[in-house]
């Protein structure tokens, strides 16, 4: 088998608002977010001509994510609270909500999984900036649903030939593209030119020892990864639970007796205060 040249594939990727199937909504989107100028009030204006994506966007303000549960009634409320790349990250993932349920049913639950555990990780660890870190985790696997958009037919081969030869996804990802999702995610968030923290956590989110700028933001995006796998909440391509990198333990200096609390806690938001989230967007 002969993989796609890494380069080919990411001139290819790059143009994905090109593509005729991407979701409408998506596409009007990329033209805001494309433009690092874009202002919080503009991206309001855009969130108000969609009803279901003003929707949309309040459940994921208002959901365990982010801790403000009934709060927050409007879209400039939600947007002066998150501030702008946050903004637009959330905006993003609601936006690719669609996508994400025809390509793999369960990827967008797993995405609100990880995003739910980010924050719990995040507080446990006296971290003030999870709302940034929520976000990574939100979009992690956002490579996913880019391949599956521009290479349906190959990318269902992908997830049969994982399911069939009981492999990760990133390793049939691999066979076929010679990268994985997590680069071609990367790829996305430079030429929409998000941090270079968000950027780290959604590359190196399988190799949290790699980044350089945001070891915690990306070691944190891993260790909710892998949990919400090891609990089966939703799917994220494979059935299988990757293991724990190291340095997890001691970039975030976490323990054993963490660790259970945390699954403690995600037994809790993900089966019961989240249900509205996921049933009804």
Request: net charge negative.
């Amino acid at each position: 088998m002969i993989a796609m040249d890494a380069w080919t594939l990411r001139s290819r990727i790059e143009n994905i608002d090109s593509l005729p199937t991407i979701p409408p909504v998506l596409k009007r989107l990329l033209e805001v977010i494309e433009d690092p100028k874009t202002s919080l009030s503009e991206i309001g204006n855009f969130i108000l001509k969609d009803p279901a994506l003003t929707s949309r966007i309040l459940k994921v303000v208002n959901s365990p994510i982010y801790g403000f549960p009934g709060r927050i009634s409007t879209v400039s409320q939600a947007l002066i609270l998150l501030g702008l790349d946050v903004a637009r990250g959330v905006l993003l993932g609601v936006s690719v909500f669609e996508a994400m349920k025809n390509i793999m049913t369960g990827l967008w639950e797993h995405s609100v999984g990880c995003a739910i555990t980010s924050r719990i990780i995040s507080k446990k660890k006296g971290l003030d900036h999870y709302e940034e870190v929520s976000v990574a985790a939100l979009l992690h696997d956002i490579g996913k649903v880019v391949l599956g958009l521009k290479f349906p037919d190959k990318y269902k081969k992908i997830m049969d030939e994982a399911e069939k030869k009981n492999n990760f996804i990133f390793d049939s990802e691999t066979d076929h593209f010679d990268v994985t999702h997590a680069s071609v995610g990367a790829w996305l968030m430079e030429k929409w030119e998000f941090p270079r923290s968000l950027i780290e956590a959604i590359e190196y989110h399988h190799k949290p020892h790699l980044s350089r700028n945001a070891p915690v933001m990306t070691a944190i995006v891993h260790l909710s990864d892998i949990l919400v796998r090891a609990k089966g909440f939703g799917f994220a391509g494979d059935k299988l639970v990757p293991a724990l990198n190291p340095s997890v333990w001691e970039i975030l200096d976490i323990t054993e007796t963490d660790i259970k609390e945390i699954l403690e806690e995600m037994e809790d938001s993900l089966y019961h205060k989240n249900d509205f989230l996921l049933m009804d967007m």
